[in-house]
C-alpha cells in the first residue's frame, strides 16, 4: 500500500514540487521553483550531512514515521518524546521556552491551541520553506487554522471531521431511526431512554471541544480576532442559541449519560450499550479497534445530524499540527523531518497506522475512500469522513489564549450539568472569565 | 520564634568548652542541610516574591506593577472561596483523621487487641500507596455506575448519592486523605505512647485510676509534643491540598473546579494561564495565611502545657 | 467517626470493673500494663483494618484481570480467566520493557534521594540537638516557614532556575529537591537529643576525638534506629514522588514509575492510543510491593526508632 501510494503522490505535479525534492521527486522539480531550489538543495544537504532532532509528540503513529524516516537518511536521529498529552504537553513546553533550554524542535499542537503559541512567538514561520504554497494540499478546515495571516505556523498532520458514530445494534434493537436532524437525535434520545432507562443517546459532561465544535456546525462565529483586539459572543452568536436549545433539551431531560469521557466507565458505556451515539472526529476509529474491542461490529458511522433538515454543515473536532519551534536547533532538519511526516511519505504510514489525514489527496484516493472498516461492519466509513471535511464552515476560528478558556470552562458552563444553572447562563459566565482573561494578558476583548 | 521547637531542647545548654568553636561545629552539621535547603526552598520563595511584583501578558511583555498583583490577591473572590473550602476541610477533617489516629495508636497500646501487630502493619499500609494510585482506586469505589457505589445501589435497591456530586465531593476527598494519612498518623502517636514511663502509669494505678483516666490524664499529656507536630503537619497537609483533588478532576470536572483549593488555583494560574507573577502572589499570601494558623495552633498547643 | 471512640470507653469501663487477674497480677502488677485482651476492641479495630486494606484488595483482584474482563466485571470479586502473571509479564515488557527502566529510575532516585535525605537530616537533626549556636533557633522557624508556601507555584521559579542550571531533564532535577526533608530533620533532632548522652559526647571529646570523628563513631551507632525511621520516611515520599518530576522530567526514560503510570494511563485518553488500564492496574500494584515489603523487613528497627524518637512531654 505504501509504495502504490506513493506513486500517486508522485503523479500529483504539485505535491511533488511543493515535497521540495525531498524523497520522491527528481531533480528536474528543482527547475520549476528557482527559489525553492535552494532551499530544497538545502534541506538535501541537512539530511546528507545528518544530526539529531527532538520532536515532542504524543500521537501514537509517529514513531512508525520516525523509524521509517531514520531507515531513509541513516545520518539523522529522531528523538521521539512523548511530553504529556494536551495541555500537559502546552504547560511543558511554555515552560522550555521561557527558560530557554530545553526546547524540543518539532512540537505536536493542536489546532486549538496554535494560536496561543503563534502569538507567544514562540513558533518558526514556515512559509519561510515555502510551506505556503501547500494551502491545496490540505483539507480547508486544517489549513485555516495552521494560517494566521500569511504565515503558517505548522503543518496539519491529521484532522477531525466530525462524524456520529451509532450503535447500530441498540438502535435496531429499540427500532430507532438513525437521526440525521438534531431534533431527530433528541427524539430518539427520549425514545432510547424510555425503552431502556440504563441507555442513553450519549454521554456528556460538559466537554469545551466538543462544544466549540457543536457551535461551529451551527454557523456560529462566537470568537473574533483581529490583531490584538477580540470579540467574544457566547450570548446572542447564532451558533450558540442553535447548540443551546438542542442541547439544553437533552439536559433537561436527562438524557445524557453523566460518564466522562475516556475515562474506564466510558470504555465500558460504549461496549455495553449504555452510550448509543458518539459525535465526534473521525479519528476516532483506531480508539474504537483498541479500546471497545468487544463491541466490534455493532457501531458505525453516520453524517452528524443537522440543525437544518437537508443541511450538509460539518465542523471539526480535534485534530492537531507539527510546529517548528523558533528556539530549537536544527531547524532544517526539524522542517525535513515535518514535511516527510505530514506532506511525503509519512502521511502513508500514519494512515496505515489509523490516523485519519489532512491532506485532500489522500482525501480523495481511491484507495482510501474504499477501504472497509471491519470494525464497522465492513462499512467504507472513509467516505463519510471524507464527506464531512468538506463540508466544514471556513470561517470559524479559535480564541487566541483558547488553551486556557479550556482549562476553565468546566468551572463556568460545568455548572449546568450539575445544577439549575442553564447552558446558556453558564455560557455566559464562561464568556466572562475569558474577557476577563484576555483582557488581563493585555488583548482588547470586547471593548 | 514562629515554629514548633521540639520542648527537649529547652533542657540542655550543652555546658563547657568554647563555645564559638562549638558554634562552628553545629553549623558544620546543619549547614548541608540549609546549603540544599536555600536551593530549593529559600531561592525559589525569593524568585516569587520578586516575581510578583511583575506582570507577563501575552499581548505587551513584562512589566513592573508594584503590589498590584497584592491588591488584587486580597479582592480575589475565587482565592478566598479556595481558601474557605480548605478551611473547612481543616476544620473537619484533620480533628476526625487525628482523632481516629490517636484511638487506633491508644487502642494498639492498650495491649487489649489480638494480632496486634496485623492490625498496625494494615493500618499503616495505605501510606505506602501514591497519592496517583490512590485515587484511582477510589475513583473506582465512588463510581455510581460500575463502582462500588453502583453495585451496591443494584445488590440493595438503593439509591445513594453520588459521592463526586458536588456537595459530597470535598467529603469523598477527605475520605482519601483520611484513608491515606490515619496510618501515618497513628504510628507517630503510637510509637511517642510507646516510650511513657511505665512508672507514670503505675502512680495513677495506685491513686486508683481507671484505664479511660489514665489516657486522659496520663498518656495523651504525656504525648501532647507529638500532636502538636502532627496537628501542624496536617494542617500545612491541608492548606496545601492538591493531588487528589487533581486526579479526581478527571472523573468530576463539574464539581472539583480549578480553583477548589488554593493550591490547585495557582496551578491552574501558572500552568494553564501563564500567570506566574500572580501565581508566585497567591503563593507567598497562602504561605502567611498557613504560617498564621501553624502558629496558632503551637500557642494553643504550648499553652495547654502550662 | 464515633465509633472509636466508644471502643475506648467502653475499655477503659471493662478494665475498671474487672480486676486483673491474680496470677498476671503476679507476674505484673497493673492492669494498664498487661491488660486482658477484648474481642470488642478486636473486632473494631477489624473494620478499620477492612478500611485500610478494601481499596487494595480491589487493586489486587483487578491485577488478575484481563483489559476485557475488567471493564465487564464485578470490581471487588475475580472473574474471567486469571491473567495476573500474563499481566505482569505484559507489564514489564510493553514498550520495549520500559516499566523496567522506570523501576531502576525509581530505584535510583530512592537511594540517592531518600538516601541522602536520610543522610542530610541526621546530620542536621544531630548539629541541632547537641550544639548551641547563632542562628539555631531560627534554622527550624524557616525550614517550617517555607514548608508552608504551595509546592505548586514554586515549581516554575524551581524550574526556571534548574533550567538555568542545566539540571532539568536529568536524575539531578528529581534528586535534589528530593534530599531535603523537614519531617526527618525535626524526628532527627529530637531522637539525637534522647538517645545521645552529651556526658558521652564530652567524653569523646576530652579523648580529643574531632566532632566529626565523635559523630561517626559515637553518635551515629546510637542513631541507628532513628536513621532506619527516617529512612522510611523519605523512601515512601520519594518513591511516591510525583509532582516534582511532571514538571522537571520530559524525557520518558527518566521516568519515575509514577510518571509512566500515569503516561499509561493517559493513553486512554490520545486519539489512536490503546487503553491498557489492565497495565496500569498492574503496574501500580507492582510499584506498591517493593515498599510494602521494605515495611515488613525493616519493621522492627523502626519501630525501636520511631519509639525513641517520638516526642515526650
Same mark, same amino acid.
Given at each position: 500500500m505504501r509504495t502504490m501510494t506513493r506513486r500517486a503522490m508522485r503523479g500529483v505535479g504539485l505535491l511533488c514540487a511543493a515535497a521540495l525534492?525531498?524523497?520522491?521527486?527528481?531533480?528536474?522539480?528543482d527547475d520549476a521553483a528557482a527559489e525553492k531550489t535552494v532551499r530544497g538543495s538545502d534541506l538535501r544537504a541537512a539530511l546528507k550531512e545528518g544530526g539529531s532532532i527532538t520532536v515532542w509528540a504524543w500521537e501514537p503513529t509517529l514513531k512508525q514515521v520516525v523509524s521509517d524516516f531514520e531507515k531513509e537518511y541513516p545520518k539523522v536521529k529522531v528523538k521521539l518524546v512523548?511530553?504529556?498529552?494536551g495541555n500537559d504537553q502546552y504547560t511543558a513546553l511554555q515552560n522550555a521556552v521561557q527558560a530557554g533550554?530545553? @526546547?524540543?524542535?518539532v512540537a505536536q499542537v493542536e489546532y486549538y491551541a496554535l494560536g496561543q503559541f503563534a502569538l507567544g512567538k514562540s513558533?518558526?514561520?514556515l512559509s519561510r520553506y515555502?510551506?505556503?504554497?501547500f494551502k491545496d494540499d490540505y483539507s480547508p478546515g486544517p489549513w485555516n487554522s495552521v494560517t494566521v495571516d500569511d504565515a503558517v505556523y505548522a503543518l496539519p498532520m491529521d484532522s477531525g471531521p466530525m462524524a456520529m458514530f451509532y450503535n447500530k445494534k441498540v438502535l435496531d434493537k429499540h427500532q430507532?431511526?438513525?437521526?440525521?436532524?438534531w431534533d431527530e437525535y433528541l427524539e430518539a434520545a427520549r425514545a432510547l431512554h424510555k425503552a431502556d432507562?440504563?441507555?442513553?443517546i450519549t454521554n456528556d459532561t460538559g466537554d469545551a471541544g466538543f462544544t466549540t465544535s457543536m457551535i461551529w456546525q451551527a454557523g456560529g462565529t462566537p470568537f473574533k480576532t483581529r490583531d490584538t483586539e477580540v470579540t467574544v459572543d457566547l450570548a446572542a452568536d447564532k451558533g450558540v442559541t442553535a447548540f443551546t436549545k438542542v442541547w439544553q433539551k437533552l439536559l433537561d431531560e436527562d438524557l445524557l449519560a453523566p460518564i466522562e469521557s475516556w475515562s474506564d466507565e466510558w470504555y465500558k458505556g460504549l461496549a455495553d450499550g449504555t452510550i448509543a451515539t458518539l459525535s465526534t472526529g473521525a479519528w476516532m476509529p483506531a480508539n474504537f479497534v483498541s479500546g @471497545?474491542?468487544?463491541?466490534?461490529?455493532d457501531w458505525r458511522a453516520a453524517m452528524l445530524p443537522q440543525y437544518e433538515k437537508g443541511g450538509e454543515v460539518s465542523s471539526e473536532n480535534g485534530g492537531s499540527s507539527l510546529a517548528l519551534m523558533?528556539?530549537?536547533?536544527n531547524k532544517d532538519l526539524a522542517y525535513a523531518f515535518n514535511e516527510y511526516a505530514n506532506h511525503a511519505d509519512g502521511v502513508q504510514a500514519r494512515i496505515a497506522g489509523g490516523a485519519f489525514p489532512a491532506t485532500s489527496a489522500d482525501l480523495s484516493s481511491k484507495t482510501f475512500l474504499n477501504t472497509p472498516f471491519p470494525y464497522f461492519g465492513?462499512?467504507?466509513a472513509n467516505e463519510i469522513f471524507a464527506r464531512s471535511a468538506s463540508q466544514v464552515p471556513e470561517d470559524w476560528s479559535y480564541l487566541p489564549f483558547q488553551v486556557y478558556a479550556n482549562s476553565v470552562f468546566n468551572d463556568s458552563v460545568g455548572k449546568a450539568y450539575v445544577s439549575d444553572t442553564t447552558l446558556a447562563e453558564g455560557l455566559q459566565q464562561w464568556q466572562k472569565a475569558a474577557v476577563a482573561y484576555g483582557n488581563d494578558q493585555g488583548f482588547t476583548v470586547n471593548k | 520564634m514562629t515554629a514548633v521547637t521540639p520542648?527537649?531542647?529547652?533542657?540542655?545548654?550543652?555546658?563547657? @568548652?568554647s563555645r564559638s568553636r562549638r558554634g562552628r561545629a553545629g553549623w558544620v552539621f546543619v549547614g548541608p542541610f540549609m546549603a540544599v535547603f536555600a536551593l530549593v526552598f529559600l531561592a525559589p520563595i525569593a524568585y516569587s516574591l520578586y516575581l510578583s511584583f511583575f506582570r507577563d501578558q501575552l499581548v505587551g511583555g513584562t512589566s513592573f506593577v508594584g503590589l498590584d498583583n497584592f491588591q488584587r490577591a486580597f479582592e480575589d473572590e475565587q482565592f478566598w472561596a479556595a481558601v474557605g473550602r480548605v478551611l473547612l476541610f481543616l476544620v473537619v477533617q484533620v480533628p476526625v483523621m487525628l482523632g481516629l489516629a490517636l484511638l487506633i495508636a491508644l487502642a494498639l497500646d492498650s495491649?487489649?487487641?489480638?494480632g496486634k501487630s496485623f492490625f498496625r502493619i494494615a493500618v499503616f499500609?495505605?501510606?505506602? @500507596?501514591p497519592a496517583v494510585v490512590a485515587t484511582l482506586m477510589w475513583g473506582f469505589i465512588y463510581?455510581?455506575?460500575?463502582g462500588l457505589v453502583g453495585n451496591i445501589n443494584e445488590a440493595l435497591g438503593v439509591s445513594l448519592p453520588d459521592p463526586l456530586s458536588p456537595s459530597l465531593v470535598l467529603a469523598s476527598i477527605g475520605n482519601i486523605v483520611t484513608w491515606e494519612f490515619i496510618g501515618y498518623n497513628m504510628l507517630i502517636f503510637y510509637s511517642a505512647l510507646r516510650v511513657v514511663p511505665k512508672s507514670l502509669y503505675e502512680a495513677a494505678e495506685i491513686d486508683g485510676a481507671g484505664e479511660w483516666r489514665v489516657i486522659t490524664a496520663v498518656k495523651i499529656p504525656a504525648i501532647r509534643g507529638a500532636l502538636v507536630i502532627a496537628t501542624i503537619f496536617s494542617v500545612i497537609g491541608s492548606f496545601q491540598l492538591f493531588n487528589e483533588p487533581s486526579i479526581l478532576q478527571s472523573l468530576a470536572p463539574n464539581a472539583i473546579?480549578?480553583?477548589?483549593t488554593p493550591n490547585l488555583y495557582t496551578f491552574t494560574l501558572s500552568?494553564?494561564?501563564?500567570?506566574q507573577n500572580y501565581a508566585a502572589t497567591v503563593s507567598l499570601v497562602m504561605g502567611v495565611v498557613t504560617m498564621i494558623i501553624a502558629y496558632a495552633v503551637q500557642l494553643r498547643g504550648m499553652r495547654k502545657e502550662a | 467517626m464515633s465509633a472509636p471512640s466508644f471502643t475506648a470507653d467502653q475499655t477503659s469501663r471493662r478494665s475498671t470493673h474487672r480486676a486483673p487477674a491474680p496470677r498476671r497480677a503476679a507476674r505484673r502488677k497493673h492492669s494498664v500494663a498487661r491488660p486482658r485482651r477484648s474481642t470488642v476492641l478486636t473486632l473494631l479495630m477489624g473494620l478499620t483494618a477492612v478500611y485500610a486494606l478494601m481499596p487494595l484488595a480491589w487493586l489486587v483482584i483487578n491485577a488478575t484481570k484481563t483489559q476485557k474482563s475488567l471493564l465487564d466485571s464485578f470490581g471487588l470479586w475475580f472473574s474471567g480467566e486469571f491473567a495476573l502473571w500474563d499481566n505482569i509479564s505484559q507489564t514489564l515488557t510493553y514498550d520495549d520493557g520500559i516499566f523496567v527502566r522506570w523501576f531502576l529510575n525509581t530505584l535510583l532516585y530512592v537511594v540517592v534521594g531518600a538516601g541522602g535525605a536520610t543522610f542530610l537530616a541526621v546530620l542536621g537533626g544531630y548539629g541541632l540537638a547537641k550544639f548551641d549556636f547563632a542562628g539555631k533557633r531560627a534554622v527550624f522557624a524557616t525550614v517550617i516557614g517555607a514548608v508552608a508556601v504551595p509546592a505548586t507555584a514554586l515549581a516554575v521559579p524551581t524550574f526556571l532556575m534548574f533550567s538555568k542550571m542545566g539540571l532539568?531533564?536529568?536524575p539531578w532535577a528529581v534528586i535534589i529537591p528530593s534530599l531535603i526533608s523537614p519531617f526527618g530533620l525535626y524526628l532527627m533532632w529530637v531522637f539525637a537529643a534522647e538517645a545521645i548522652p552529651t556526658e558521652l559526647l564530652e567524653a569523646a571529646r576530652v579523648d580529643g576525638s574531632g566532632e566529626l570523628r565523635t559523630f561517626f563513631q559515637v553518635a551515629l551507632p546510637l542513631l541507628t534506629p532513628g536513621i532506619v525511621t527516617v529512612l522510611l520516611f523519605t523512601m515512601v515520599q520519594t518513591w511516591n514522588n510525583y509532582f516534582l518530576p511532571v514538571i522537571m522530567i520530559k524525557n520518558p526514560d527518566w521516568y519515575p514509575l509514577t510518571l509512566g503510570l500515569n503516561a499509561w494511563n493517559q493513553q486512554a485518553s490520545t486519539a489512536g492510543g490503546q487503553p491498557v488500564f489492565n497495565l496500569v492496574i498492574t503496574g501500580s500494584l507492582l510499584t506498591i510491593v517493593p515498599l510494602i515489603a521494605a515495611f515488613l523487613l525493616l519493621q522492627r528497627y523502626w519501630q525501636s526508632g520511631l519509639a525513641a524518637g517520638s516526642v515526650k512531654g
Open positions: 525534492s525531498l524523497t520522491a521527486c527528481g531533480s528536474s522539480d512523548n511530553a504529556g498529552t533550554s530545553g @526546547v524540543p524542535d513558533l518558526e514561520d515555502g510551506a505556503d504554497e430507532i431511526a438513525t437521526p440525521t436532524t432507562p440504563k441507555a442513553y @471497545v474491542e468487544s463491541a466490534s461490529g523558533k528556539a530549537g536547533k465492513g462499512q467504507k | 520542648i527537649t531542647t529547652g533542657r540542655r545548654p550543652p555546658a563547657g @568548652v495491649g487489649r487487641l489480638y499500609l495505605p501510606y505506602a @500507596v463510581g455510581t455506575r460500575f473546579t480549578t480553583y477548589f500552568f494553564s494561564g501563564r500567570q | 532539568t531533564n536529568t
